[in-house]
């Protein structure tokens, strides 16, 4: 279709490149202004395998092949564990599914997972096309080219979808105070990665206190997660969409102990906050970045159309559709690969390894950028170009582990086929009434958080006829 900036990585070295411990500092503080430009920039410079000494007995690996990646995140998983960068994630949202190891997460993992089995997750359309043509009807009422924020819209609806469909209650009326605090908490988050943080509940003091000298103090999202708590406690019946089947809510809030006893509040809100962030960012982000990337390539946007308005002959998409619609499948699929939701996974090595030849010591930061793998040259033609026709079947295969915005192994993303279903929905439903256009500010550069955001999306809505 064409490209982008074009992002070049050096053919696998014969020997560990990387910077010195003498540039360690300057490379690591360049990392802590913009991350996603730190990586971007090692790998320019030293290729896809990289080691960087980050003191006597620690270093830091940046791994950005298909074959590493599996090694790492399913083959010899059980040596690499959440890595440290993680404990201010961990301090503002809990020790939830995101963020918990071990015994602890293997029980929020097998008390989840039943609700996201990939069957049980078409059960979920329903309620994914009735918020989508809500946030249409809104539309219809503005004037013909209006400009709105796609981002922002995006994100409102897809915490609108979570609210009803995980949740069973309606959370527009914290749109605002939720977003502001998961953009908040994000920011703090990465920077704080790079904060010397003391160890134990001390850390988790301490990032807080920190995200409030910046001025992000995380109290932001607690406030609505507390009230839905304490909400269907009080009112165990009163789930807003009124749907027979339990949700995670309800799961939670019934969940024991092996000894009987309940779970806590804080303990629930730490599962709550953990999908109200990834649930509701990696659609939202996908979705946004799809939309500019289809103004900007229009052949491929005029493709999106004319496979819906053939398939769906102006009904509105259901999840039976899917399967129906390759095109808007591959575009969403191009568009993680482009900007995948979840830009880089850090693990750290609990004893010495070797991964796909290359020494790993116990102790050291490996970083798998789905970003960097995404855009490889050897295994991706054009790496930086928009291409959905490298989804659809038929296509030249890549391996398993060269396309990860989900992650892999035991801890791949929950809620993948869920965020799958709900941005064809989405992209399938807007494109049957909406053309999106970019503005001459184009497509934003993105924000690399703990999420890869586009930040502010101003495009033109303009009624198809």
Known sequence: MGSMTSLSVQASPARVAGPSGRQAPRVLASMFRSPLDGYIGLAARYGDTIRMPTGPRSSFFLLSRPEQAEHVLASNQDNYVKAFTYRPLRALIGDGLLTSEGETWRRQRRLMQPLFARRDVQLFGPTIADCTQRMLAAWDRLPDASQVDVSARMGALALEVIGHALFGTDLTGETNSVSAAMAAGQKVATLAAFLPLPSGPRSDRAVRAWARRVGHAPEGIDGPVARLIAGRRAAPDSAADGASRRNLLDVLLTARRDDGSLLLDEEIAAEVTTFMLAGHETSANTLSWAFALLSAFPQARQRLEAEVDSVLQGAAPAAADVGRLPWVTAVVSEAMRLY??????????????????????????????????????????????????????????????????????????????????????????????????????????????????????????????
Not at 354 to 374: E, F, N, T
Not at 406 to 425: D, H, P
Request: glycine share 8%.
């Open 340 to 465: 995948p939701p979840a830009w880089t996974i850090e693990r750290d090595a609990v004893e010495d390894d070797r991964v796909a030849g290359v020494a790993v010591p116990a102790g050291s930061l490996v970083a798998v950028p789905p970003y960097l793998v995404h855009r490889h040259p050897e295994f991706w033609p054009d790496p930086a170009g928009f291409d959905p026709e490298r989804f659809l079947p038929g296509a030249p295969e890549h391996p398993r582990y060269a396309f990860i915005p989900f992650g892999g192994g035991r801890r791949a993303c929950i809620g993948q086929s869920f965020a799958e279903l709900e941005t064809v929905l989405v992209l399938a439903a807007v494109t049957q009434r909406y053309r999106l256009q970019l503005t001459p500010a184009g497509i934003p550069k993105p924000t690399a958080n703990v999420t890869l955001r586009p930040g502010r999306l101003p495009m033109r809505l303009t009624r198809r006829t």
